[in-house]
């Protein structure tokens, strides 16, 4: 798994033919544009959580929290 800041406008390749782009947003909404091939399916997680209705295949899937914005280990000490 990788983590990353980005700034607004910046984007991600994957592959040679999957473009994400981050658009900017607010403390609780990201907006992103995806420029891929047709023939690639994209699915929002909760559409995809909303079909399985066996608890225990639910319980399967991956979670994803929200960490604090900037964790103690990643801020650099205080020059003196």
Avoid: W
């Avoid at 607010?26 to 997680?45: G, Q």
């Amino acid at each position: 798994m990788l983590r990353m800041s980005i700034a607004a406008e910046e984007y991600l390749m994957l592959g040679n033919d999957i473009k994400i782009i981050f658009l900017g947003g607010t403390k609780n909404h990201i907006r992103i544009m995806i420029d891929a091939p047709k023939d690639v399916n994209i699915v929002r997680s909760r559409v995809l959580e909303r079909k399985i209705t066996d608890l225990e295949e639910r319980e399967k899937l991956p979670k994803y929290y929200r960490q604090e914005e900037h964790p103690e280990k990643y801020k650099k000490p205080d020059s003196q």
